[in-house]
Structure formats: C-alpha cells, structure tokens
C-alpha cells in the first residue's frame, strides 16, 4: 500500500467519525427539541383553559347554596343563588308551589366607598324581621318563628314594635303602608306623628 493509499483511508476513516457524531448530536437536538416544545404547548393550553375558567365563572358567576331560611314564621328549605352583592332566592311555598324573591346591595365604608354585600350580610338580611301589608288589608311583621298581626296597633300611622332573639333585641318602628325601619339600639322617631304609637312586644 503506497502512502497516499495510506493517507486516503485514515481521512475517510475520520470523516466518517466526524460524520456519525453530527448524526449524534442532531439526533440529540431533535429528541431535546419536541420536549421543549410540549412543555411550551401544555403551559399555554393551562394559561387558556384557567383564563376560560375565570371567564366562566365572570359570566355565570356567583354562589349556589342550599340554605334554610325563615319565612312568615316557619323555617324553609331553599336554594340562594349570590352574584355581586345580590341574591336569588327559590323555595316551595306551604301549597308546594315555587316561589322566588330577590334582594341585596351594597354597603358603604367610613370613607365613601362602596362593596357588594357579603354571603353573610344577605343571610342576615334574609333573615331579618320583616314588615307584611297583605290583600286582606292586615299588617303582618314575621321575625324568626315569630309571627304577629299589628293591623289595629297603629296611631297616626305608626307602631313600635319590639322583637325579641334571645339575648337580642330589635326596635321596629312600622309605618301603616308597610315602610319600617329597625334598630337594636331604640325606635327611630317619626316626625310627622301627633301622639305616641303603641308599642308592641313580641312573645320571647
């Protein structure tokens, strides 16, 4: 074998080296390559689906939950739906007919500024007395189980009424078209009223 026979077969027999180990590395970067891009993939497709999650729950939003509540003097199964400071509230009725009643709003801080109410603040207000004009022309306050008639209580449009919970109190002061306000620290006063309202005291 001659030097340049030699020669061309340690080249080729490097070249050929040289050529399996690009092969290596490309085979490598092509290994490494969809990994990274999987993981890229998977990243964007959680992004989206929390992002939709978020829309979703934006859009249909709110709070369900099963509740019992107090209505005209009787303890009610119902469901509250709760979105924004506002409830809807479905039952039965003592006939076993749906009903649904609605309410909330917002409350207002020391300095102005405004908040939908809480899951509990529409709790209270749901089960907080309420002041009933009925068909039949009587004049109904329900609290709790609690439940009375103050129709001929009235003087000048007005009557007191206090409820009892326990250790808890509430001042009602009634007017006759069913407006009232409420108070556990004393009735509020109506200016307009000539003579005093009688006041009337709930059974503990």
């Known amino acids: ?14 070249r050929a080296s040289q050529l399996e180990f690009k092969e290596e590395m490309t085979m490598n970067k092509t290994k490494i390559l969809p990994v990274r891009r999987l993981v890229s993939l998977c990243a964007a497709a959680l992004m989206i ?5 978020v829309a979703y729950a934006a859009d249909v939003g709110g709070i369900r939950r099963a509740v019992q509540v107090w209505i005209h003097g009787d303890q009610t199964n119902a469901v509250m739906d ?15 007919e749906p009903q649904t009643v609605g309410g909330g709003g917002v409350a207002i801080d020391a300095f102005g500024r405004e908040r939908p109410l809480t899951e ?24 709790q189980d609690q439940k009375m008639e103050i129709t001929d209580r009235f003087v000048d449009g ?19 078209d069913g407006g009232y306000s409420m108070s556990p620290h004393g009735y ?17």
């Open 82 to 96: 709760i979105q924004n400071g506002h409830y809807l509230l479905s039952y039965e009725d003592e006939n076993g």
């Open 120 to 143: 509990e603040e529409l709790l209270e207000e749901l089960n907080s007395p309420k002041v009933e004009c009925l068909e039949d022309g009587t004049v109904w306050v329900y609290y």
């Open 158 to 176: 007005v009557c007191y009424v206090q409820l009892k919970d326990g250790d808890k109190v509430l001042y009602l002061t009634v007017e006759a």
């Open 49 to 53: 689906a929390a992002m939709a999650s």
């Open 188 to 204: 509020v006063q109506i200016k307009q009223q000539s003579k005093a309202a009688p006041y009337v005291q709930a059974a503990p």
């Open 1 to 14: 074998m001659t030097d340049k026979e030699r020669y061309k077969r340690t080249f080729s027999a490097l």
